[in-house]
């Protein structure tokens, strides 16, 4: 397996670094000693850091746009995007919602409803089928850094709330054929320990992708949960029976694997991301496909070939050298579409970086793009630039803006239309949603962005540590959708083109193959484990 990161350490450095402690130690008695071995701190230095000097002490509650207009608004309400590769986007003849809970057939009017069964997750119709299906996931709780817990699983009183966590861990498939009416078809558990699932990838093809936990033995760095994730792929050909195919980890995320562990610069820093999070098969198995990307955070982004889908064989890994300690490297991979009138996007994707500790008492990072021309072997050519406050906010850096602060989600693939190549959104958390020309890969340039005003008390930390924000775009509408914690924004932007503000039928997807045949009319011939006369 090809291995690229950057930043090595050669083997005479490391020679001349141990005699030089060593000639130290000598001069300096035993204390010195005991000092090159232990470290000048016991057990090294780990995140959360200090809170920022100049943060606020107090809530910013104001808007702040640019280049952006907003053409209706829907308090509390939700939207379509993610932080997974698909979306909650729905569709017949000209209607249009999101199955989570939104009506946007007329954009300037968009109507909430409440579904009988919680149906979040990832939607698509699936041909073969004549449904429309959604996939969830369920897993165990977070042990998210609080004030009175601040280490999170390394509290042992606080991680025993997801360790003794009794609740579904895996997938659940839905029949949201009639979105107001969802019908669950299976829940599909991986046991009674590890951490569930928290991601995956599924656009309606015969296989998922799922970062999941299905064992309590895949070690955490990170405070924010006590268990890591592999990568586990699913059968979904009966979308009421799915059946398990492969499990894959790194080498050295296991227990007993300490070897194989120890080969990574920040193995037992206590903060970094040792799980998986983004996973993205570029072409399905059943067409052709024999890559997919995994996205497992500090250890890096790897390329696995699944010519053998049971069988996983990792061929190349991905690290770049700035991934510091904290957040997650590689949250969600995403596919530029290629567009032959755009020569210079073709064969890239962006990879995602998510913080996780509030008030940036971890260390900035920041997204990357990536050159794939070669499948097997990507590598980074661009990284997306820090935001900045509006010139009005009563703050110069976001980290000052209390919550957390990096980039975290982008608009799905799963959507109507032709999409611009050159377009990205991201969503920033307390920075809001940024919009980029990416016309050139290396030097990504911000050109619009929407920063909402923050929610709940300061004194209730969970009430705005997050302050999450999703993204979703319409490209045959010019409709950029924003879900906020305020609720749902309908907006425009010069640099997508003018908006359509009247209900419009589908006429195309960005991916061809998804939601192929998604107008078709649903016959009560199709099984899915129950009786006839539970499908009338």
């Given at each position: ?164 966590y009794t609740g579904p861990r895996g997938v659940r498939t839905f029949d949201v054929t009639d979105p107001a009416k969802p019908v669950l078809l299976q829940d599909f558990s991986v046991g009674k320990v590890g951490g569930g699932t928290h991601c995956f990838q ?304 589908v006429e195309r997807w960005v991916m061809p193959e998804y939601n192929a045949g998604w107008d078709e009319q649903t016959p009560k011939t199709v099984y899915f484990g129950r009786s006839l006369s539970q499908m009338a």
């Amino acid at each position: 397996m090809r291995d690229d990161t950057r930043g090595k350490l050669s083997r005479r450095n490391l020679l001349r670094g141990a005699s030089a402690a060593l000639a130290a130690a000598a001069a300096g008695g035993l204390a010195r000693l005991s000092a090159q071995v232990t470290g000048s701190t016991t057990g090294g230095g780990t995140v959360p850091l200090r809170l920022p000097a100049g943060a606020l002490t107090s809530l910013d509650r104001k808007d702040y746009i640019r280049n952006l207009e907003i053409h209706a608004f829907l308090p509390g309400a939700k939207g379509g995007g993610s932080d997974a590769t698909g979306s909650s986007f729905w569709v017949k003849g000209a209607q249009r919602m999101f199955v989570n809970g939104t009506d946007i057939t007329d954009p300037t009017k968009p109507v909430a409803f409440k579904p009988s069964i919680n149906a979040n997750g990832s939607v698509a119709y699936v041909k073969r089928l004549k449904k429309w299906l959604s996939l969830g996931g369920a897993s165990a709780p977070l042990t998210a850094p609080t004030p009175q817990f601040p280490r999170g699983q390394y509290d042992p009183e606080y991680a025993n709330k997801s360790r003794s966590y009794t609740g579904p861990r895996g997938v659940r498939t839905f029949d949201v054929t009639d979105p107001a009416k969802p019908v669950l078809l299976q829940d599909f558990s991986v046991g009674k320990v590890g951490g569930g699932t928290h991601c995956f990838q599924w656009e309606g093809g015969r296989y998922a992708y799922a970062a999941m936990g299905w064992t309590d033995q895949l070690r955490m760095e990170s405070s924010e949960r006590p268990y890591s994730d592999g990568i586990m792929i699913l059968d979904l050909q009966d979308p009421a029976h799915i059946k398990d195919v492969a499990k894959w980890w790194v080498p050295g995320q296991m227990y007993g694997e300490e070897a194989e562990y120890k080969k990574f610069v920040w193995a037992g820093d206590g903060s970094s991301w040792s799980s998986s999070h983004g996973v993205y098969a570029p072409k399905r198995p059943e067409d052709g496909g024999n890559i997919l990307y995994a996205g497992m955070g500090h250890f890096g982004m790897y390329t696995l070939d699944i010519s053998d889908i049971a069988h996983p064989k990792p061929v190349h890994r991905l690290a770049y050298e700035l991934e510091a300690m904290g957040g997650i490297p590689h949250h969600t991979i995403y596919q530029i579409p290629n567009d032959p009138a755009y020569p210079r996007l073709q064969n890239l994707y962006i990879s995602v970086f998510e913080c996780l500790e509030t008030d940036c008492r971890e260390p900035w990072h920041t997204s990357y793009v990536i050159d794939a021309t070669n499948p097997r072997a990507p590598k980074i050519i661009g990284t997306f630039p820090r935001p900045m406050p509006d010139p009005a906010a009563p703050y110069t850096d976001f980290c000052f803006a209390r919550g957390r602060f990096s980039s975290h989600n982008i608009q799905p693939l799963m959507a109507p239309g032709k999409a611009r190549p050159d377009f990205v959104a991201l969503t920033y958390f307390s920075a809001g949603v940024r919009i980029y020309d990416i016309s050139d890969p290396t030097s990504p340039k911000e050109v619009a962005y929407f920063v909402p005003g923050a929610v709940g008390d300061i004194n209730q930390w969970e009430s705005w540590r997050r302050r999450d924000t999703n993204v979703f775009i319409e490209w045959d509408r010019n409709l950029i959708w924003v879900a906020t914690d305020k609720g749902l924004y309908a907006m425009s932007c010069p640099f997508l083109g003018k908006p359509v503000l009247e209900p419009k039928k589908v006429e195309r997807w960005v991916m061809p193959e998804y939601n192929a045949g998604w107008d078709e009319q649903t016959p009560k011939t199709v099984y899915f484990g129950r009786s006839l006369s539970q499908m009338a």
